[in-house]
Nanobody, 118 residues
């Protein structure tokens, strides 16, 4: 059974940092792009950052210069380092991965809550 599981969320004060981790596990033959999305209350889910299998990345304008996405292909993991956090970063953060098992499919994690508040 293939799973995508996030960890690392929590409560942090404005200006603080958090590091999110995401592990893809199971009978995975290949991994394509991996990314982080977020959904705040009353808003649509939006792309935060995405990284290709070759390491190319792109970011939402709202997080450029503050967030950094990285991945460890040997461990099937993707990370999101979040610095200079703002209250508007508060959301549920979801990991997404393009995985090849018997075919290519998109997989989503259950999400991890990030709350930025004093």
């Amino acid at each position: 059974q293939v799973q995508v599981v996030e960890s690392g969320g929590g409560l942090v004060q404005p200006g603080g940092s958090l590091r999110l981790s995401c592990l893809a596990s199971g009978k995975i033959i290949g991994i394509n792009a991996m990314g982080w999305y977020r959904q705040a209350p009353g808003k649509q889910r939006e792309l935060v950052a995405r990284i290709t299998s070759g390491g190319g990345s792109n970011y939402a304008d709202s997080v450029k210069g503050r967030f950094t996405i990285s991945r460890d292909n040997a461990k099937n993991m993707v990370y999101l380092q979040m610095n200079s956090l703002k209250p508007e970063d508060t959301a549920i953060y979801y990991c997404n991965a393009g995985l090849y098992t018997t075919r290519w499919s998109d997989y989503w994690g259950q999400g991890t809550q990030v709350t930025v508040s004093s």
